[in-house]
């Protein structure tokens, strides 16, 4: 298992399954369970290092790293030094000084977990929990853990992720993870919203959500993330739900056994309907319980039985 997880890019075939397959063995240890807790990262340090707002992801990885039994420090960018100016290095080394053996990161500039695992400033294996527009590596590893438990292996799999592709960096690192475990891909948005260079990515593009609907496996949907646009990219929120969203009368095209998914958090009534959300072909609230699962996963692989310090 590689030392960082910076990137779903970096994950080999190998890598992916491994971290999959630990998830399966990590739900059957702990599902049903009145006592979830592992003891297998006892005396291990985790610091949750957060620049940028997050409800579940955060909660999602203090609970995966308690159910391993390791030590769980939150550290929010609101209340502490970074809001008095402190830089990444400075905090980088204070929690290398508090022995800190894996940190997972969230920041709103792209790049910044790798800055923090290669700067050579701290020790601990680094996590990527979102990294401005770029990469969220341990989304794109629950989305396909989900899609696999419902769909058998990915490969030949067609999986089609609509909206807001410029601006999300879940649609990254899903691309990247989904080609490497050997699915088909195809990105749905408007031209405004798909990135430059988005050709040399491994995966088909659309502009017609009803035609990539046919033959779909899986339909993934994607916030339009109002936060990250300084300009117009679309007319209106009634035009862009009613080319890109996804309703009954869309779910309809879709084959019967098809999954809808969702990264959350949704904006209900522009790119899915409550109708859709709520279904039965829904696994929108499974991927966040199966996201415990695939963090669990990836913090045992980087953490268990490693010494942080030799290995830097």
């Known amino acids: 298992m590689i030392r960082h997880l910076l990137s779903a890019g970096d994950l080999s075939l190998e890598d992916a399954t491994l971290v999959l397959d630990t998830a399966d063995e990590m739900a059957r240890l702990t599902e049903g369970r009145a006592v979830k807790k592992l003891p297998t990262l006892r005396g291990r340090t985790v610091v949750n290092l957060f620049f940028e707002d997050s409800t579940r992801t955060r909660t999602s990885f203090e609970l995966a790293a308690k159910r391993l039994s390791a030590d769980v420090v939150?550290?929010?960018a609101k209340g502490s030094s970074l809001s008095k100016g402190e830089s990444l290095k400075d905090t980088a080394l204070t929690l290398e000084a508090m022995g800190a053996d894996g940190v997972v990161v969230r920041h709103s500039s792209s790049g910044a977990p790798y800055r923090l695992a290669t700067s050579g400033w701290i020790n601990a294996c680094v996590v990527n929990a979102g990294d401005g527009t770029h990469e969220h590596p341990t989304q794109a590893l629950l989305d396909a853990f989900t899609?696999?438990?419902h769909l058998g292996e990915l490969a030949g799999k067609k999986i089609v992720i609509v909206g807001d592709v410029l601006h999300s960096r879940v649609a990254r690192s899903n691309v990247l993870l989904l080609a490497t475990l050997g699915a088909k891909v195809t990105l749905v948005a408007p031209p405004t919203l798909l990135p430059n260079g988005v050709d040399a990515w491994p995966c088909a593009t659309s502009y017609d959500l009803d035609d990539a609907l046919a033959g779909a496996d899986a339909v993934m949907m994607l916030r339009v993330q109002n936060e990250r646009m300084n300009a117009a990219f679309f007319p209106s929120a009634r035009e862009y739900s009613r080319r890109y969203g996804l309703d009954s009368r869309r779910q309809a095209l879709m084959p019967p056994?098809?999954?809808v998914l969702h990264p959350g958090p949704?904006?209900?009534?522009?790119e899915i309907t409550a109708e859709v959300a709520d279904?039965?072909?829904s696994v929108i609230v499974e991927q966040v319980t199966n996201g415990v699962y695939v963090r669990m996963a990836v913090l045992?692989?980087?953490l268990a039985g490693t010494n942080t310090t030799e290995e830097a």
């Open 257 to 259: 056994e098809a999954l």
């Open 147 to 149: 899609m696999r438990r």
């Open 74 to 76: 939150n550290f929010s």
């Open 279 to 281: 279904s039965a072909r």
């Open 266 to 270: 949704m904006n209900r009534g522009m």
């Open 300 to 302: 045992y692989l980087m």
